[in-house]
């Protein structure tokens, strides 16, 4: 009886550690992962000679030495994460769950078969339907999730997986086994359908409000493009208006000139072709870049930019058609060219200055940010972006532009020196 408890423990573990290594992004390489995993699931495994067969016996040492497994699980999920959230610790938390229904078939087949090594056999059959099951439903639903920001209340989420692991705990293990109450089988049972049913609205619920919030932030994005047309519609006509009316008034001016010409007035024939010259200039229409969502976002932003007297110095090169979703790029431009604005609106005239670069070639896209900043900017020391002051509701623009730059694969380096904040965006298809 002993090697059996052992064995469909230690079968329960390489299935946590399966899972926990299946269901979250890694942060290291994945031999390194790997390794991590196999060193705390050998840990759970030997501390499980504790309570199983050195001291049977103790209630204390049994608390004890599984709270003490528990922190080594959650701890290897939060230290392997990528991102090391609250996320990490639910998905760590859901893997011990999904791992006790394995635990618990090898003690209903044994109870059932009195057949130990049949209770092991179908306990192993239970615990890699549940993987594949899990991974062929949810993974993608979780890892899509994984990546997004508009859910902030995991950390509540979390007393979901807390609540079932300790009912569970409590009707199958401690402080009396489904040995002692076999009764409380088709309870444990029932208890486990609830389980998996539960986590699937959620995670159905979590994928509801991914689509939503992205239904809203593409109409967002549309909304300000269809802005950004009419903006430049309007120019446009302005324009032509004007450029009629100076080509109308032509005739009057060269007659002006001729007069003058005979009159030897040259500085005054000077001062009118200056002033046709500069006429045409302030018609001109000003084109940022051949992309015309991009270009569309871009004068609506240097718009602003001038009414507020900010000086921007923009080198943007993106062709019509580009490799990545026009709207995506033209809203992390537009994040970033707003948070520079915001930064620098505070300062003198002289000193209200933006630097950005914008290259989308086929090979490559490169953005690049640079401006004065007054109040003191704090970067995140997990992924180096600038923390906002405002609340959990805001720096949503840094998020999208962290997002999207994964979604690329690229890179986003943020830097302050010298009371300068620098942003660089960069990926290499």
Same mark, same amino acid.
């Given at each position: 009886?002993?090697?059996?408890?052992?064995?469909?423990?230690?079968?329960?573990?390489?299935?946590?550690?399966?899972?926990?290594?299946?269901?979250?992004?890694?942060?290291?390489?994945?031999?390194?992962?790997?390794?991590?995993?196999?060193?705390?699931?050998?840990?759970?495994?030997?501390?499980?000679?504790?309570?199983? $067969?050195?001291?049977?016996?103790?209630?204390?040492?049994?608390?004890?030495? $599984?709270?003490?497994?528990?922190?080594? $699980?959650?701890?290897?999920?939060?230290?392997?994460?990528?991102?090391?959230?609250?996320?990490?610790?639910?998905?760590?938390?859901?893997?011990?769950?999904?791992?006790?229904?394995?635990?618990?078939?090898?003690?209903?087949?044994?109870?059932?078969?009195?057949?130990?090594?049949?209770?092991?056999?179908?306990?192993?059959?239970?615990?890699?339907?549940?993987?594949?099951?899990?991974?062929?439903?949810?993974?993608?639903?979780?890892?899509?999730?994984?990546?997004?920001?508009?859910?902030?209340?995991?950390?509540?989420?979390?007393?979901?997986?807390?609540?079932? *692991?300790?009912?569970?705990?409590?009707?199958?293990?401690?402080?009396?086994?489904?040995?002692?109450?076999?009764?409380?089988?088709?309870?444990?049972?029932?208890?486990?359908?609830?389980?998996?049913?539960?986590?699937?609205?959620?995670?159905?619920?979590?994928?509801?409000?991914?689509?939503?919030?992205?239904?809203?932030?593409? %109409?967002?994005?549309?909304?300000?493009?269809?802005?950004?047309?009419?903006?430049?519609?309007?120019?446009?006509?302005?324009?032509?208006?004007?450029?009629?009316?100076?080509?109308?008034?032509?005739?009057?001016?060269?007659?002006?000139?001729?007069?003058?010409?005979?009159?030897?007035?040259?500085?005054?024939?000077?001062?009118?072709?200056?002033?046709?010259?500069?006429?045409? +200039? +302030?018609?001109?229409?000003?084109?940022?870049?051949?992309?015309?969502?991009?270009?569309?976002?871009?004068?609506?932003?240097?718009?602003?930019?001038?009414?507020?007297?900010?000086?921007?110095?923009?080198?943007?090169?993106?062709?019509?058609?580009?490799?990545?979703?026009? *709207?995506?790029?033209?809203?992390?431009?537009? %994040?970033?060219?707003?948070?520079?604005?915001?930064?620098?609106?505070?300062?003198?005239?002289?000193?209200?200055?933006?630097?950005?670069?914008?290259?989308?070639?086929?090979?490559?896209?490169?953005?690049?940010?640079?401006?004065?900043?007054?109040?003191?900017?704090?970067?995140?020391?997990?992924?180096?972006?600038?923390?906002?002051?405002?609340?959990?509701?805001?720096?949503?623009?840094?998020?999208?532009?962290?997002?999207?730059?994964?979604?690329?694969?690229?890179?986003?380096?943020?830097?302050?020196?010298?009371?300068?904040?620098?942003?660089?965006?960069?990926?290499?298809?």
């Amino acid at each position: 009886m002993e090697y059996f408890v052992n064995i469909s423990y230690m079968i329960s573990h390489i299935f946590l550690m399966l899972f926990i290594y299946l269901f979250i992004k890694h942060r290291y390489t994945k031999r390194m992962t790997i390794g991590i995993c196999v060193s705390s699931g050998s840990a759970i495994t030997l501390l499980d000679c504790l309570k199983l $067969t050195i001291f049977p016996e103790s209630d204390i040492c049994y608390v004890v030495v $599984t709270v003490t497994q528990i922190i080594i $699980t959650q701890c290897t999920a939060f230290f392997i994460s990528e991102k090391r959230g609250s996320k990490d610790i639910f998905m760590g938390l859901s893997a011990s769950n999904y791992v006790i229904a394995g635990s618990v078939s090898a003690i209903i087949l044994h109870i059932c078969t009195k057949n130990e090594y049949l209770a092991l056999a179908g306990s192993f059959v239970v615990h890699l339907g549940i993987l594949f099951l899990l991974c062929v439903r949810i993974r993608n639903i979780w890892l899509k999730s994984y990546e997004k920001e508009y859910m902030n209340n995991w950390w509540e989420l979390c007393l979901i997986p807390v609540f079932f *692991y300790c009912s569970f705990s409590f009707i199958a293990f401690f402080p009396h086994t489904l040995y002692e109450n076999p009764d409380n089988i088709l309870g444990i049972i029932a208890f486990l359908v609830t389980m998996f049913v539960s986590y699937v609205v959620i995670l159905r619920y979590v994928e509801s409000e991914s689509e939503r919030s992205n239904i809203y932030w593409k %109409n967002v994005m549309f909304e300000t493009y269809i802005r950004g047309l009419e903006d430049q519609y309007y120019l446009v006509e302005q324009s032509e208006q004007n450029l009629k009316i100076l080509r109308h008034d032509m005739r009057h001016y060269s007659g002006m000139i001729d007069t003058l010409l005979s009159q030897g007035e040259y500085k005054e024939i000077k001062r009118i072709i200056t002033y046709i010259h500069d006429e045409v +200039d +302030d018609n001109k229409i000003t084109k940022y870049c051949n992309n015309l969502i991009v270009n569309a976002i871009l004068t609506k932003i240097m718009e602003k930019a001038t009414t507020m007297d900010i000086e921007v110095q923009l080198e943007a090169k993106v062709p019509k058609e580009i490799a990545l979703n026009d *709207y995506e790029l033209a809203s992390v431009v537009a %994040n970033l060219l707003e948070n520079a604005i915001f930064c620098v609106k505070e300062f003198e005239k002289e000193e209200r200055r933006i630097e950005g670069k914008l290259y989308c070639e086929e090979d490559y896209l490169l953005i690049e940010m640079k401006n004065k900043y007054k109040e003191q900017i704090e970067l995140d020391p997990i992924n180096g972006l600038p923390k906002s002051k405002k609340g959990k509701n805001h720096g949503l623009g840094m998020k999208s532009v962290s997002a999207f730059s994964d979604k690329i694969g690229g890179n986003v380096v943020c830097s302050l020196e010298n009371g300068i904040f620098h942003i660089l965006v960069y990926a290499k298809f």
